[in-house]
């Protein structure tokens, strides 16, 4: 029977990191185009302001 649960509770553990490994992706792909958009943004700034 422990073997069961703890067999059990091993596959909630995995299924839940899984999915938290999709989430930290797919918030550090957003987060690294909203960066590279913020960067454009800011040289284009100071681009106009230079000339």
């Not at 073997?3 to 899984?18: K, M, Q, R, Y």
């Not at 918030?27 to 454009?40: A, I």
Request: aromatic residues 12%; proline residues 0%.
């Amino acid at each position: 029977m422990r073997f069961v649960l703890s067999a059990f509770i091993a596959l909630l553990f995995l299924t839940g990191c899984s999915s938290t490994w999709h989430g930290v992706k797919s918030d550090t792909k957003q987060n690294v185009e909203w960066t590279k958009d913020k960067v454009h943004d800011g040289a284009e700034w100071v681009s106009e302001k230079t000339e």
